[in-house]
């Protein structure tokens, strides 16, 4: 029996078969630019690619489309009812889930009522749910959220020093992104390490988006990215942590509305805004390599703010047992990890140059031997966590 993961994007999803019994991917695959002419759609599955450009007019397409791919052209399942459960990865869950949950009307609703807290991100997220349920009506579907790990962060971490009935009556507080890597990280962290008691992990977790968390006993003490995804450090083209005003001073200046300007903090900035090249890292890389000034100020800046966020994260641990980087540019790219331990003695980071240089998809240590706090590369895998919650929530295991 297999478990199918859906992650439904404001204009793409994103799925995974999953044989939880043989622990491995059957197929994956991705439909981009949804509701354009020119949808990308692009299935992996035993070791063949296939790619094609077609019109997906929206997210419910999307799911049939998947749901035909693998019962008609890969067959890897001969009926619906060999999905054993499908999991939805959810943005947001707000205040109320601090866990995954298996979806029934009243789950279904409150992640509705969270709509305004991830307006982009809810809605598809909906009508994947809504979608899979139509076609799947006995099939168990798991709602797993972003925002779950980073639930168990202490009031005074995650509230904002705003008037606090109003942050109460609007549920405007931190509540972190990216907990399914987060959480996988920690938990393989922690059996890597012996899983002493207190351990203090800081994860770094950098790609396109990026966000950190101060890790204790496997439960999350702060975390970077706040009320959305957009605050924390420099990302591909986010903006990362700015002066709020900033906003405001931009809407006299230029004429833009609140919601344009938002859009190019969000999309037009980051990586992207410095280097005026790309938010791709190698493309960044190698114009820093040439000389491009703006190249090697963004790389700088992005390490800068990654070394200031460990360097807190230290301080609200009261220390740290290891700094592990994870997600795309944390695991692949040694000049980056270079970067942020680089000038960090005062805490004991050193790393060893010649093991942050070996490639590797395995979990490893790249830290030297005299490093006072261990450093670590975890490939993530928020797949796992998705398919493990649908198997305990459905099997009761």
């Known amino acids: 029996m297999s478990i199918l993961s859906i992650n439904c994007g404001s204009s793409s999803l994103k799925y995974q078969l999953y044989d939880w019994d043989a622990q491995k991917v059957l197929s994956s695959g991705l439909i981009d630019r949804i509701g354009f002419p020119d949808s990308n759609i692009v299935h992996k599955y035993s070791g063949q690619k296939t790619e094609r450009k077609d019109r997906c007019a929206d997210h419910r397409t999307a799911i049939h489309l998947v749901l035909d791919f693998l019962l008609q052209e890969a067959k890897l399942i001969h009926s619906l009812k060999d999905i054993e459960g499908v999991g939805h990865r959810i943005v947001h869950g707000g205040v109320n889930f601090s866990a995954s949950a298996r979806i029934d009307d009243a789950v279904l609703q409150e992640i509705k009522d969270n709509e305004d807290l991830a307006p982009l991100h809810t809605p598809p997220n909906v009508v994947g749910i809504e979608s899979a349920r139509a ?10 959220f972003d925002t779950a ?21 609007y549920k405007i507080r931190r509540y972190g992104f990216h907990g399914s890597s987060h959480r996988y990280v920690s938990e ?16 770094v977790h950098v790609g396109n988006g990026s966000s950190l968390s101060a890790v204790q006993d ?7 990215m706040g009320l959305t995804p957009l605050a924390g450090v420099i990302m591909g083209t986010r903006t990362g942590d700015i002066d709020p005003a900033v906003v405001q001073f931009l809407v006299r200046k230029t004429g833009g509305s609140v919601d344009e300007i938002m859009a190019r903090l969000n999309k037009e900035s980051g990586m992207l805004g410095i280097s005026g090249v790309s938010s791709d890292q190698r493309e960044i890389l190698s114009g820093a390599a040439q000389g491009d000034a703006r190249c090697q100020l963004a790389l700088q800046m992005q390490a800068y703010s990654v070394k200031k966020y460990i360097g807190a994260y230290v301080a ?7 700094v592990i980087f994870t997600a795309g ?11 942020v331990c680089a000038e960090m003695d005062y805490l004991g980071l050193a790393i060893d140059a010649e093991k942050n240089q070996a490639r590797s998809g395995e979990p490893r240590v790249i830290s030297a ?3 006072r706090v261990k450093i670590m590369v975890i490939p993530t895998n928020e797949e796992f966590i998705i398919a493990r919650d649908v198997i305990e929530l459905v099997r009761g295991v």
């Open 149 to 169: 790990f980073h639930q168990t962060m202490p009031e005074y971490a995650h509230a904002y020093a705003l008037d606090y009935e109003l942050a109460k009556k």
């Open 329 to 339: 540019i944390g695991e692949n790219s040694p000049d980056f990890r270079a970067a």
């Open 188 to 203: 393989r962290a922690g059996e890597l390490l012996g899983n002493k008691a207190g351990l203090k992990l800081i994860i």
């Open 316 to 322: 609200a641990l009261n220390g740290a047992d290891a």
């Open 135 to 144: 076609l799947m009506p006995d099939t168990p579907q798991v709602a797993i």
């Open 218 to 224: 496997g439960k999350c003490l702060d975390t970077s």
């Open 369 to 371: 031997p005299q490093s």
